[in-house]
């Protein structure tokens, strides 16, 4: 059962990588394509807090919390087929200031993102 778990946990997370990337996809693509959703605050708030967390979190050196759930509900096993593939896709053996220097550097892209492509004021368009 905690294999599943595990596996239902590995998902989530790629997920919100997926979120993440999404954003910085979407945004410059959106403003140009004048697609309104990208301007959306909630939709940016949620972006900028995502990629904000991730970096802060490299910063103090503290474990992902979906990481850490994974880990534990894994313990010695390996999870299924699809959870292996998906953390193949997510975890990467680089020395952690490789990831934290991506991290910060992509909030710093979100923030600049946010001065670029603004989004609506609330309750404005």
């Known amino acids: 059962m905690n294999e599943i778990l595990a596996d239902l946990v590995v998902w989530l997370h790629l997920g919100f990588v997926f979120f993440v990337i999404l954003g910085f996809v979407s945004v410059p693509l959106g403003a ?5 959703w990208v301007r959306g ?8 807090l995502a990629i904000g967390f991730v970096a802060l ?8 919390p979906l ?5 534990q509900l894994l313990g010695r096993g390996e999870g299924s087929f ?3 593939m998906a953390r193949s896709v997510l ?8 990831f934290t220097a991506v991290y910060v550097a992509l909030a710093l892209l979100a923030l600049l993102l946010w001065r670029a ?6 309750g404005g368009r």
């Open 32 to 36: 140009w394509r004048n697609w309104e």
């Open 41 to 48: 605050r909630g939709f940016r708030v949620l972006h900028l």
């Open 57 to 64: 979190e490299a910063l103090i050196g503290v474990t992902c």
């Open 67 to 71: 990481t850490w759930l994974e880990y």
């Open 82 to 84: 699809m959870g292996r």
């Open 91 to 98: 975890y990467y053996d680089f020395p952690p200031w490789v």
């Open 117 to 122: 492509v603004p989004p609506r004021r609330a």
